[in-house]
């Protein structure tokens, strides 16, 4: 098993630009986030779904969107990047409780 | 939003010697976690205690958890040099298994 992976591992990109993150489970879990982590902030949540075709907003969701069209996936889109969205994204999927996390992706935006 | 708030922030140690770190929490819950996460990693989840729980174990961990202070803590015993890591602590809102609250974390660092 796989576990939780994430695409891509890095990530560079310009003011305004868009790009989508994948995320993908092999563990049938109901449940995947998206966090977001900043130097001194922790892990902050920005969308999850308890299910396929399911998304809810978390703490920070202003200027991401998410999809969850299969089970196994959580894609988490940024339609316009700006220089505040550079941080680490981790995804995690839970079936309950714990939570199994990806190695996140670096995103830098210029 | 309720969060976890694990003290201290960072903490340095010999190796061998035990590693308490705390968190409070400022709402009923209905279980609280620990993770670990090392140097550019996801986290791994460590434990999980119910607030109907006062003492787990795991190996070397020994979580403790007083609701009506609201607070946790997660020893660490005979620390290792693998153990370098940050530590958080999660907190599942009571009635909301859905999703979890992390805190800021505690920076561990075991000296050789």
């Known amino acids: 098993n796989a576990g939780v992976t994430q695409t891509p591992k890095f990530r560079v990109l310009k003011t305004g630009q868009s790009m989508t993150l994948l995320c993908a489970q092999d563990?049938?879990?109901?449940?995947m986030y998206w966090y977001r982590q900043d130097p001194g902030m922790g892990l902050r949540l920005i969308h999850y779904?308890?299910?396929?075709?399911?998304?809810a907003k978390g703490e920070v969701p202003d200027g991401y969107n998410v999809s969850r069209l299969k089970k196994q996936n959580f894609l988490l889109g940024l339609e316009s990047a700006a220089p505040s969205q550079t941080s680490v994204y981790f995804c995690?999927?839970?079936?309950?409780?714990?939570?199994?996390f990806g190695p996140g992706t670096r995103l830098t935006v210029l | 939003s309720q969060q976890g708030e694990e003290d201290p922030q960072a903490l340095s140690i010999q190796e061998g010697e035990n590693a308490t770190m705390n968190c409070s929490y400022k709402t009923s819950i209905n279980n609280l976690q620990w993770y670990r996460q090392n140097s550019g990693r996801g986290l791994v989840h460590l434990i999980l205690i119910r607030s109907n729980e006062r003492e787990k174990h795991s190996g070397r961990l020994r979580v403790t958890l007083d609701t009506s202070k609201k607070s946790s803590s997660l020893l660490i015993t005979a620390s290792r040099a693998a153990d370098t890591a940050s530590y958080f602590c999660?907190?599942?809102?009571?009635?909301?298994?859905?999703?979890?609250?992390f805190g800021k974390g505690t920076r561990l660092h075991i000296l050789p």
């Open positions: 779904s308890v299910g396929e075709g399911t998304t």
């Open positions: 999660a907190t599942g809102e009571m009635n909301r298994d859905d999703k979890i609250i």
């Open positions: 563990m049938n879990h109901e449940y």
């Open positions: 995690a999927s839970s079936g309950f409780n714990e939570q199994f």
